[in-house]
Structure formats: C-alpha cells, structure tokens
C-alpha cells in the first residue's frame, strides 16, 4: 500500500508570495491533517478536512488554508508569506475514527526568503 | 503554553540496555496518548499508543505506561537497538478533539551506541 505522498519536497518562496503544498493520503484515508514543524515548536496542529470538510482547525491566522477533494487529496495554501512561515510542513491520513493514528507523509520543507 | 512536555532534548544508551523516554501533560481533558518516531528527511511514524483507560501498553521491544495521576506517560524500549536512535515525539488527543488533533512534545533525540 502506498503512503502518504506530499509535493513539492522542498520549495523557496519570496516573502509575501502565496503558496500551494499538496497532499495525497493513503487509499481508503478519508481524513486529512496538516501539521507545522519548526525548531522548537514540535509539531503544530493546522486543520484537519474529512470527507471534504473542514472538521477541526488549529491556531493559525487565515493565511493558512486548505481544502480536500471529493477523491481526498489535500492542497494546503498560506497567503502572503512571513519569514516566520519557514518551516517543515507535514501532511498525515487516517480512517478518521477517534482512535485512528496518523500516518504521515515526509513532508514539504518551505523556506521563506 | 506547552501543554505537553518533553523536557530531556536527548539521551544516549548503549545497545541492549533500556530507553526510558518521558513526557508530562498539563491538560486533564488529554485521554489517548502516542508515540511517534522520526528519522531525519522522513515523517513521523506510529509506534504505540495507550488509552487513559488502561496504564500499560506493550507491543515487543515497546511498552508505553500512563500514571494518570502524576499525568506522565514513559516509553520503554527494551533492548535498544541502534536503529532505534531518531527523535522520538510524544502526543496527546482530548475528549473533544478527533484523533486527528494532536498535540506533540517538542520530541526526544535518542542515540543509540554501539
């Protein structure tokens, strides 16, 4: 079976540019969630989509979106991009049940210039 | 405010003996705690998780122990072997979120040697 997928693997962007990650989850996974990772911080819960809805967000400012597709890949996108926006991008799919543990993808490393 | 905590950044054993890892969590309402490990260049990956209805976990060289009380949960991984040395993460979901909110430690480096 295969695994989570994430594209790009590594992207420079230009601070205030927007950008688009995408996301494929396992077959069968209809949740999708997104996580930040930065140097220190662990690992920050961004939102969460199932079955095409957005079903749990974390504390982010709007400029962090996403949405999923009715075969449940996931595009995250962040709007005019801060410094602070540099960081490591995970993608994770479960079936969605309570206690259904993540599996995640190897992630998009954004560095913001 | 970190409201799960992994305070020893790293820790080094030697091949065959025991890594104990720990974590603390602040929050009452945290009522299914993971692990995850996470090589360089890769995601995290699961290796066990314990529900706040029971205060052990074992699956083979893994155990995981939950003291509700002292809201502390340990990893055990006997014997260690030098392909365990990765960056090892704590999580925690809460009544009201969906196993998909979790909530990490800041994660443990251990190095296994030889």
């Known amino acids: 079976k295969a695994g989570v997928t994430q594209t790009p693997r590594y992207l420079i962007k230009t601070r205030g540019q927007q950008v688009t990650l995408s996301c494929s989850p396992i077959?069968?996974?209809?949740?999708v969630s997104w996580y930040q990772q930065t140097p220190g911080q662990g690992l920050q819960f961004l939102f969460e989509?199932?079955?095409?809805?957005?079903?749990n967000k974390g504390n982010f400012p709007g400029r962090f979106s996403g949405r999923q597709f009715s075969n449940s890949r996931s595009e995250m996108n962040v709007s005019t991009l801060e410094l602070g926006d540099s960081a490591l991008y995970l993608c994770?799919?479960?079936?969605?049940?309570?206690?259904?543990?993540?599996?995640f993808g190897n992630g998009t490393r954004l560095t913001v210039t | 405010d970190q409201q799960v905590k992994q305070n020893s950044p790293s820790l080094s054993v030697q091949e065959g003996r025991i890594s104990i890892l720990n974590c603390d969590y602040t929050n009452s309402m945290f009522d299914y705690f993971l692990w995850y490990k996470k090589y360089p260049a890769e995601g995290p990956t699961f290796l066990i998780s314990?529900?706040?209805?029971?205060d052990k976990n074992e699956d083979g060289r893994f155990t995981v122990f939950l003291n509700k009380s002292a809201k502390h949960l340990s990893l055990h991984i006997v014997p260690s072997q030098p392909g365990d040395s990765a960056v090892y993460f704590c999580?925690?979901?809460?009544?009201?979120?969906?196993?998909?909110?979790?909530?990490f430690g800041t994660g443990t480096r251990l190095q296994v040697t030889l």
């Open positions: 999580a925690a979901s809460g009544t009201t979120g969906t196993a998909s909110k979790l909530t």
């Open positions: 077959s069968g996974h209809r949740s």
């Open positions: 989509y199932f079955s095409e809805t957005q079903r």
């Open positions: 994770a799919s479960s079936l969605g049940g309570r206690l259904s543990p993540l599996h």
């Open positions: 314990i529900s706040s209805i029971k």
